[in-house]
């Protein structure tokens, strides 16, 4: 009914930058994995950290960590199709959402680009994100590569942001290779497993942190869901497999704490 109760919001207009980047996944057939991971160890020296009133480690920095040392591993996972070939980057640009306070109090996501970072330590991708988290809103819209003019109609715009990003080496540059999608502070101490999207050959999303009750000779276990999200045209299952093994591996052994490279 038209008079039903309700309330009228403005509509964000960032939002329309955002649809126009997700719509560039509709042509691709994505297949989809969910897996979990044994985070106690890394757990366990993240809330040390912050019990000793250190300087704080971040789960998402270690994330992008393992994420440039399993796809270094693997580099076939980030393959970008180019005409008739495959285009296989060395360095690993992980892209991830992070989220920024307006100085009206309302908030939005803006995406960062961590290069290289699998020539990176543990460390100095901590410090990296801290200092994406502080960056001011003036200092996020210089860094924007290109704004296409929200004016135009929608099929205009997403023929120009298409024309932009067939060149592989533009679109490494704007919008990374992978990307990684962390959910875990939404629902956190439950079984969560979020469906990423995007238009990237895979992408990783961290969904909640549970406590794993069974019977285990270490007591109880700090588990991570997480899922991939796969370009199926042009990866198959057993390299992202392999990938997703290695990348769970690393996590749960919580080695590169302390490393320099």
């Avoid at 009914?1 to 996944?25: G, I, S």
């Avoid at 160890?41 to 480690?57: D, T």
């Avoid at 180019?82 to 640009?93: A, I, M, P, S, T």
């Avoid at 060149?167 to 875990?184: H, M, Q």
């Amino acid at each position: 009914m038209k008079n039903a109760a309700h309330t009228t919001l403005p509509w964000p207009a960032f939002r329309d930058d955002v649809k126009d980047f997700l719509d560039l996944a509709k042509d691709r057939n994505y297949a989809y994995g969910f897996s979990e991971a044994d985070i106690t160890r890394i757990h366990a020296q993240l809330q040390q950290r912050k019990v000793s009133g250190e300087e704080p480690h971040s789960l998402s920095a270690y994330l992008i960590w393992c994420l440039g040392k399993a796809v270094s591993a693997h580099p076939q996972v980030q393959a970008v199709k180019h005409k008739k070939k495959l285009v296989v980057f060395e360095d690993v640009d992980v892209a991830l959402m992070i989220e920024k306070k307006l100085p009206d109090g309302k908030t939005f996501p803006f995406p960062y680009i961590f290069k290289a970072v699998q020539t990176k330590s543990f460390e100095e991708i901590n410090t990296e994100l801290r200092e994406a988290k502080a960056l001011s809103f003036e200092s996020i819209r210089k860094r924007k590569k290109s704004v296409i003019p929200r004016f135009l109609p929608k099929f205009l715009r997403l023929f120009i942001l298409k024309k932009l990003l067939s060149n592989p080496f533009r679109a490494k540059e704007v919008k990374g290779t992978i990307a990684l999608t962390s959910l875990g502070n939404v629902l956190s101490k439950r079984k969560f497993w979020p469906v990423p999207t995007g238009p990237y050959p895979i992408i990783v999303a961290t969904g909640g942190v549970y406590d794993s009750k069974g019977v285990h000779s270490s007591g109880v276990k700090k588990m991570l869901c997480f899922s991939f999200s796969l370009d199926h045209d042009i990866l198959d299952g057993a390299p992202v497999a392999r990938f997703g093994n290695t990348f769970i591996e690393l996590l749960e052994s919580a080695s590169g704490i302390g490393e320099k490279v």
